[in-house]
C-alpha cells in the first residue's frame, strides 16, 4: 500500500508536537508501507520526502491563502497514491481535494480543532474562516479520523456532530523512549546558566494562547525564591502575546534572580538536558488535544505538573507521575479559565507541593518514564494506524 502523508511540519523544520507526530510516525510505518511524505518549506535530503513553498504568486497573499496555495502542489504531487493522511488544517484541505482528485481515501489526524482555538483570529484575521472552513470540510467527507485520545475525540464529536462517531478512531500520540531518555551530564544546563544542584521549575512550548504560559509566568510569582524558572519559550503566534510573555518575565526578574528565558527553540538532545535536570515540568496550557511534551517530560524521568483538561489526563496519571491542576472554563471555546486567580494559585500550589518534597518528585519522575515506555510505544501506534488505513481503503 502507498501512503502519502501530508502535513506542515516534518524535520528539521518542526515546531510543535504535530511535528514530531508525523516525524515518529514515517518512521515506524515505512517497514510497514510505501510512505511518501509532502511538507511546507525547504528542500529535504530525505528520500521519500517532498517539500512545498509558497507559491510565488501568493507571496503577498493571506497566510492562509498561501497555505492552501501549498496544498494544491501537494495533491498534484501525490498521484499514484493509494490513500492520503492529512495532519492539521494545514494539510487538510490538501488531504480532502487528493480524496476528489484521485479517488482515493481520506484520513485525517485531528492534533488540534479551529473552532476550539477562537485566538487564532488574532493571527490570521480572516484566515481564520478559511481555516475553519478547510478543516470543518476535511473531517465532515473523511473516511476515517484519528483522534489524539479520548478528550479530542469528544471534542470532534461536539465540534463536528456532523461527522459519524463510528468514523473516529483513538490512537494516541507516542514518544520514542530511546531518544527521549535521561541524560546526566551538564554541559547544555552549564551553558544555559542552569544550576543541576538547585530545584528548577520547567516550561517547554511556543508562546501561543492554548499553551497557557502567562499563567505560569503569575504562578511563578508564588513560588520560593530559591527556585529556578527555565522557560524554553519561543515562535510566538503575535506580537501582543510576545509583548505580554515578555513582560511578565521581566517582572520575574526584578524580584528573583533564577530566571532563565531561551527564545529560541532548541535542539531536541538540549531540551532533553534540561528536562532531565528539572525537578518539575509544567504544561499549563488551557487547551491540549494531547500533549506530547508530557511525555516527553516523563520519558526524562521528570515529575509532570499540567492541567487537567484535553487529553492530559490520558497521559499523565494523576498522584502517580505527576499532579493534574482542575480547572473550569468558559463554554466559549477560548479554554479560559473561569477563575483566573484559582487556576494560578492552584498551579502554584501544585508546583510548590513537588518542589518541597524532591524525593516525592524523583519517585513521580521514575514513574512516568516507566508509564512512557509501557504505553506510548511508537511501533505499536503505527501498527494501529495501518489498521485504520486498511479499515478506510475497505469501505
Not at 510497514?32 to 507559491?55: I, K, Q, S, T, W
Not at 473531517?139 to 456532530?161: F, H, Q, T
Not at 526578574?253 to 515540568?281: C, D, G, N, Y
Request: proline residues 7%; hydrophobic residues 45%.
Amino acid at each position: 500500500m502507498r501512503v502519502d502523508l501530508m502535513t506542515r511540519e516534518y524535520p528539521p523544520e518542526v515546531y510543535g508536537g504535530a511535528g514530531v507526530h508525523v516525524e515518529y510516525l514515517a518512521a515506524k510505518l515505512r517497514p510497514l508501507a510505501d510512505v511518501r511524505v509532502h511538507c511546507f518549506g525547504a528542500p529535504r535530503g530525505e528520500p521519500g520526502v517532498v517539500a512545498y513553498a509558497d507559491p510565488a504568486g501568493l507571496a503577498e497573499a493571506n497566510a492562509a491563502l498561501r497555505t492552501m496555495g501549498v496544498d494544491l502542489e501537494m495533491v498534484a504531487g501525490c498521484a499514484g497514491t493509494d490513500l492520503v493522511h492529512s495532519h492539521t488544517w494545514y494539510a487538510n484541505f490538501a488531504g480532502h481535494v487528493a480524496k476528489l482528485l484521485h479517488g482515493v481515501p481520506h484520513v485525517v489526524t485531528t492534533h488540534s480543532l479551529e473552532p476550539l482555538r477562537p485566538w487564532k483570529a488574532e493571527q490570521l484575521g480572516g484566515g481564520y474562516a478559511l481555516s475553519s472552513w478547510v478543516e470543518r470540510t476535511a473531517l465532515e467527507a473523511a473516511d476515517a479520523v484519528i483522534a489524539v485520545s479520548e478528550g479530542m475525540k469528544r471534542d470532534v464529536m461536539a465540534a463536528y456532530p456532523a461527522v459519524d462517531p463510528a468514523r473516529i478512531q483513538v490512537v494516541h500520540n507516542g514518544i520514542d523512549t530511546e531518544q527521549y531518555a535521561p541524560d546526566r551530564e551538564t554541559d547544555v544546563v552549564a551553558r544555559l546558566g542552569i544550576d543541576p544542584a538547585a530545584p528548577s521549575v520547567t516550561f517547554v512550548g511556543r508562546i501561543t494562547r492554548q499553551k497557557g504560559l502567562p499563567y505560569l509566568l503569575r504562578a511563578a510569582k508564588l513560588l520560593p525564591p530559591d527556585v529556578q524558572l527555565v522557560f524554553l519559550a519561543g515562535a510566538p503566534d503575535t506580537p501582543e502575546i510576545a509583548a505580554e510573555v515578555e513582560g511578565l518575565i521581566d517582572e520575574l526578574r526584578a524580584t528573583r534572580e533564577r530566571v532563565v528565558w531561551v527564545a529560541a527553540m532548541l535542539p531536541k538532545p538540549e531540551v532533553i538536558q534540561v528536562l532531565t535536570h528539572s525537578t518539575v515540568f509544567v504544561c499549563p496550557s488551557i487547551y491540549e488535544p494531547m500533549g506530547i511534551v508530557n511525555l516527553e517530560a516523563m520519558a526524562c524521568e521528570t515529575a509532570v505538573v499540567a492541567t487537567a483538561t484535553g487529553g492530559i489526563p490520558e497521559v499523565v496519571a494523576d498522584g502517580e507521575t505527576g499532579l493534574m491542576v482542575p480547572i473550569e472554563q468558559v463554554a466559549d471555546g477560548t479554554g479560559t479559565p473561569l477563575d483566573p486567580e484559582r487556576f494560578v494559585g492552584d498551579l502554584a500550589s501544585a508546583i510548590n507541593e513537588l518542589v518541597a518534597d524532591p524525593a516525592r518528585a524523583a519517585a513521580m519522575g521514575e514513574a512516568g518514564r516507566r508509564r512512557a515506555v509501557a504505553h506510548f510505544s511508537w511501533t505499536a501506534i503505527a501498527e494501529r494506524t495501518m489498521d485504520v488505513y486498511r479499515a478506510a481503503t475497505r469501505s
